[in-house]
Nanobody, 127 residues
Framework: QVHVVDSGGGLVQAGGSLRLSCAAS????????MAWFRQAPGKDREFVAAMSRGTYWADYADSAKDRFTISRDIAKNTVYLQMNSLKVEDTAVYYC????????????????????WGQGTQVTVSS
């Protein structure tokens, strides 16, 4: 059974950086597309970044471009989200999600396409 654990959140001042980690187990890691979503209080869960299986293409929401970087370490079965130049509006619970059936280019930005989720990690950016 696939198990996903995300971590690395915390409190940081605006302009600071954090690196989130997502460790997966129970599956063939290289065959999964992996993504980060976030949800702020009172808002819907939104796409942040994703990396495809196999080719390891990366895609980012406009809000994350040029500030966030998604990467994966196959040997450690871990995907990372490096977040730089953080803004107050980045405050949210961040969730890692993985799935081996996501159609890249069509559905990889949709939360419903991912079957396996981490428990979430809180990121709070203060002004």
């Amino acid at each position: 059974q696939v198990h996903v654990v995300d971590s690395g959140g915390g409190l940081v001042q605006a302009g600071g950086s954090l690196r989130l980690s997502c460790a997966a187990s129970g599956g063939t890691f290289s065959s999964y597309s992996m993504a980060w979503f976030r949800q702020a209080p009172g808002k819907d869960r939104e796409f942040v970044a994703a990396m495809s299986r196999g080719t390891y293409w990366a895609d980012y929401a406009d809000s994350a471009k040029d500030r966030f970087t998604i990467s994966r370490d196959i040997a450690k079965n871990t995907v990372y989200l490096q977040m730089n130049s953080l803004k107050v509006e980045d405050t949210a619970v961040y969730y890692c999600a993985i799935d081996n059936g996501v159609r890249w280019g069509q559905d990889h930005r949709l939360a419903i396409e991912y079957d396996y989720w981490g428990q979430g990690t809180q990121v709070t950016v203060s002004s």
